[in-house]
């Protein structure tokens, strides 16, 4: 019986479909576990051999844990909303729901045929209505609350109504915007209910606001900070600027304690961790305010204004020599001079396209224009130049800082670029952050109230200082910043949201969904509104509760009531929600079972019996994006006791990334010719990636292939190759694995000529989970020699060679050494290791030439996590009428390792002679007996009497003269 991996792969995917082998109970008293990956987006390329490595490792960790008797719920689905389907909309007028379906049936053909043990009747699509529907629920509810920091937690907006019904907002320690007036009970109670609406958005933990963003002309949408790389779109790298605009934005500044508090309490990388830790920036100083003094040029400049700033060094305040606003700080038009405006105005320009992460990334330029204005010194009321620099940030902070040149590098370097004076308040000592703070004994040089303080004393003199003057006061600040939730797209879930009167208003749940209309084209319209501004059925219908057509839509009129106006029927938002808005709550939506999804996004009992997710598996270019916004979310929805846990993953592991190897050609500049890579020494030479495919094991080119190549072989029609030795030799490099650079290797391929087996174990086989490591092709014959050399060891020519014979003592021996390092490596993410351990226990077996069936079917069951089709293939030959899967994990039996004898080396005068087995519970004495009645040592000694013998028992035996 030869072993024919297509055919035993191909079988076992079928039984595991038709019986829904892996299929999860929602009831079971077996303990539960919940193993998940970050769902993939279903692109139009499918998956490469890089793709599936944490989906290996969480399908090993999920069929073990089945092993040892959990009912495991191993789910999967598609984040199938986003830009690249809209991008290949746009190019070729099909509709992104078509290409979406069409990528997921590739994926899904994929998934299956490298034998994941996923749930499929669970699955998850975020562009389906009915998935998304409940992401539109849940964007209500956040409208409809606000958050308390009294009680340190989200309330229904209801609760804070009646609040500023019976104390106006004066006393209310909630989260809000900035520029909230103050008004008492009186005045709430007699504001306009339009008024009142208006005030309750600056409270609502979703809410309508004109923010800086990150505005892509090209791609006509808004993109956050994780979907910028290198100042340019992550899509396509187009330019990327930065402009105002009116979005929904998210109030997740709110929870930016609770983010901090709750990394204590979870399973995560230390890595990870501080990445949020940075992103969120939490840090202790003081509000200080300061005043804009009246103009000394010829130009008026508007004089009532102050600027805030917080600084982390209040103590620092007599070192403040200037002030630096962020560009587009909304007070900069204003107090900025005649004189100086067309230098701001030309500044500004250049800075809107630059992108915050350039600008917080960019330590070494050094750019800034002066406003002529100039603040007040809140003490010694001298005046201070206003400057903007883009090093600035608006939306950190105040968007404004005091400038201290003798205290900060930044401001140092901006000083004498600009030749500012630098006064000195401190007596030549070390006044970085970690050095200052850390000393007590740092003491401050000027002004009579600080003078000799410590840095502690001063701080708090500071501030209190400021407290008397009313223009400052202590507080915290927090990098973290209100996430804009608008994405001007078409292939996204569509906000349930009407305008009446530019205010607005939430489509009541019970006629959710509000699905995707059709659209001519999915561009942006030619006036510059988002594509659903094309969309001809885009009104909602405040009578019949359903989406009409807009030219029922009825422009107000003076004097006019709404109901004459508008007939009930106003127009929908025309922005759609970003990718983040599906996945930060798609791990609830698996713990349903698909036949009761229906009245909830998922139901008590499911939420109660799965609570969150025990292991997550998915990259690390996620920490500052899904992750966190997902456990914003989850926070969100614990307040108002939707769910009952707090963090959405007990336990997360970051997969490292498989690299492709590369390969380039190298044409000669100015010339169509392209030398061979030994021959490009002293030249001047362009590298050029091409496909893999036309590359053999020994770096030479398939000239003809590449010129034969449907996608770009024209390039290369009329090239001249300059060989050496008769070949092509191409330059290689490990790189990212990506399309972009022809080094993608496809899972298909693999699996047809070597098992899903074989890329199972491979991937493992590569390094660490956790580590970087590149991809070799040739590399997987060895583990494919393996599962060809198991197989072997059950089945022979003439059929199955396992028996009930009795294991010998190095039978068990193989198999318990065996069981404790596979179960130690999977419990430790060690998957690596224990590839070469099955290696090992294999060629014992095959030396011991072992048939016993205790002891090959419990290595099966070892084995079967990782090669799960070769393992459910013999497991069935040997008898068994179930799926390896029920089978429990083997225990193991120190006994087994335990020797009951040593290989003695006997040595004379300190050389070893020979080797003498001996019982290990031997006496001292009777080691020494056995040994020197031996007739090697008899025939050593010729005759003489040794001068002593040494024993060390378990040890050595040396016999001396």
């Known amino acids: ?216 002309p090209a791609l006509g949408t808004v993109l956050a900070n994780d979907e910028i790389v290198n100042g340019v779109s992550e899509r396509g790298g187009h330019p990327v600027i930065r402009k105002k605009m009116t979005q929904w934005s998210m109030r997740i500044s709110a929870y930016a304690e609770r983010l901090l508090q709750g990394l204590d309490t979870i399973d995560w990388t230390d890595s990870l961790k501080e990445s949020q830790r940075n992103w969120i920036g939490k840090s202790v100083g003081a509000s200080v305010t300061f005043n804009v003094m009246p103009s000394v040029s010829s130009s008026a400049v508007e004089t009532s204004h102050q600027i805030e700033v917080f600084t982390t060094r209040p103590d620092t305040i007599f070192g403040v020599s200037f002030m630096t606003l962020a560009p587009e700080h909304e007070l900069v038009q204003k107090i900025t001079t005649l004189e100086q405006k067309a230098e701001v105005d030309a500044y500004i320009e250049a800075t809107a396209k630059r992108s915050e992460r350039d600008r917080m990334a960019d330590v070494k330029t050094i750019s800034g224009a002066f406003t002529g204005a100039y603040a007040e010194h809140p003490f010694s009321k001298e005046p201070i130049p206003i400057w903007i620099g883009d090093y600035v940030l608006a939306g950190y902070g105040t968007g404004a800082v005091m400038s201290v040149p003798c205290g900060d590098q930044r401001d140092y370097d901006f000083a004498k670029h600009f030749n500012i004076p630098i006064p000195n308040i401190f007596e030549g000592v070390d006044i970085s952050e970690e050095a200052y703070t850390s000393k007590d004994n740092v003491t401050i040089t000027n002004s009579d109230f600080l003078n000799g303080m410590n840095y502690k004393k001063a701080t708090k003199r500071a501030i209190f200082e400021l407290e008397q003057l009313g223009q400052g006061q202590g507080k915290i600040n927090y990098r973290l910043r209100d996430a804009v939730f608008s994405r001007q797209r078409y292939w996204g879930e569509p906000f349930p949201v009407y305008y009446v009167d530019g205010k607005p208003q939430m489509i009541d749940v019970q006629h959710l969904p509000i699905t995707l209309p059709e659209v001519e084209k999915y561009l942006p319209t030619e006036t510059g509104e988002p594509p659903l501004g094309r969309a001809d059925i885009w009104a909602w219908d405040t009578k019949n509760n359903k989406v009409v057509s807009n030219d029922l839509v009825i422009p107000t009129e003076v004097g006019t009531t709404d109901e004459e106006s508008h007939n009930g029927i106003y127009p929908l938002e025309l922005n759609t929600m970003p990718g983040w808005a599906g996945s930060s709550w798609y ?110 094991a020994s770096d030479e080119l398939d000239i003809e292939g590449l010129k034969n190549d449907d996608e770009f ?9 300059i060989l050496e030795d008769g070949v092509y030799k191409v330059g290689r490099e490990v790189e990212k694995m990506s399309k972009s650079k022809y080094n993608v290797v496809n899972p298909d391929a693999i699996c047809e000529q070597y098992g899903a087996d074989s890329l199972r174990l491979y991937e493992m086989f590569l390094g660490p989970l956790e580590q970087a490591k590149p991809w070799n092709t040739a590399g997987i014959t060895g583990v494919h020699g393996f599962l060809k050399k198991l197989w072997k060891l059950y089945v022979g020519d003439e059929g199955l060679k396992v028996n009930d014979t009795k294991p010998t003592k190095d039978n068990l021996k193989t198999l318990h050494k065996t069981i404790k390092k596979v179960e130690e490596d999977i419990e430790n993410f060690s998957f690596n290791t224990s590839v070469s351990t099955f290696m090992i226990a294999v060629n014992e077996l095959t030396a011991q030439k072992c048939t016993s069936k205790e002891v090959l079917e419990p290595l099966l069951v070892l084995l079967s996590p990782y090669a799960p089709h070769i393992a459910e293939e013999l497991y069935s030959l040997l008898g068994n009428t179930e799926s390896i899967s029920t089978a429990s994990f083997p225990k193991f039996d120190a006994s087994h390792l335990v020797e009951s004898s040593k290989n003695y080396p006997i040595s004379f005068n300190g050389k070893m002679r020979f080797t003498l087995e001996l019982p290990m519970d031997m006496s001292k004495e009777e080691i020494e007996k056995t040994v020197m009645a031996h007739e090697k040592t008899i025939a050593q000694l010729e005759g003489r009497t040794p001068k002593k013998v040494i024993v060390v028992p378990g040890k050595i035996v040396n016999i001396v003269g």
């Open 1 to 216: 019986m030869q072993y024919h991996f297509n055919d035993i792969e191909a079988k076992w995917q079928k039984y595991w479909a038709e019986n829904q082998t892996f299929k999860a109970s929602n009831n079971s008293d077996k303990p539960k576990y919940y193993v998940l990956d970050m769902f993939p987006y279903p692109s139009g390329a499918g998956l490469h051999v890089g793709h599936p490595l944490g989906y290996i490792a969480s399908d090993i960790y999920a069929r073990y844990k089945r092993h040892k008797g959990f009912n495991v719920l191993h789910p999967q689905g598609y984040d199938s909303f986003g830009l690249p389907a809209e991008q290949y909309a746009i190019q070729t007028g099909q509709h992104p729901a078509i290409t979406t379906e069409t990528n997921i049936k590739t994926y899904r053909r994929q998934l299956d045929q490298i034998g994941f043990s996923f749930d499929w009747s669970r699955e998850v699509r975020t562009s389906s209505p009915e998935y998304y529907k409940w992401t539109q629920w849940i964007f209500i509810q956040l409208f409809e609350s606000y958050y308390c920091f009294n009680d340190n937690k989200a309330k229904h907006i209801k609760e804070l109504i009646y609040v500023f019904k019976v104390n106006g907002n004066k006393d209310a320690n909630v989260a809000c915007d900035d520029n909230v007036e103050e008004f008492t009970a009186e005045e709430w109670n007699s504001f306009s209910e339009d008024k009142q609406q208006d005030i309750l958005l600056q409270y609502r933990l979703t809410y309508l606001a004109e923010t800086e963003v990150n505005w892509c």
């Open 587 to 696: 791990f609830f939506r698996y713990m349903e079972e698909k036949a009761n999804r229906g009245e909830a996004f998922a139901s008590q009992d499911a939420l109660n019996y799965w609570e969150n997710v025990d292991l997550y598996i998915g990259g690390s270019e996620h920490a500052t994006g899904h992750l966190l916004y997902s456990r914003f979310w989850v926070k969100f929805l614990k307040d108002r006791e939707f769910v009952s846990v707090d963090e959405p993953f007990k336990k997360l592991i970051n997969q490292g990334m498989i690299l492709g190897t590369s390969a380039f050609v190298y044409r000669e500049e100015g010339t169509n010719t392209y030398l061979s890579q030994g021959l490009i020494e002293g030249k001047n030479v362009l590298p050029i990636h091409v496909k893999v495919q036309y590359v053999n």
């Open 713 to 721: 072989g024209e390039d290369f029609n009329n090239a001249e190759f």
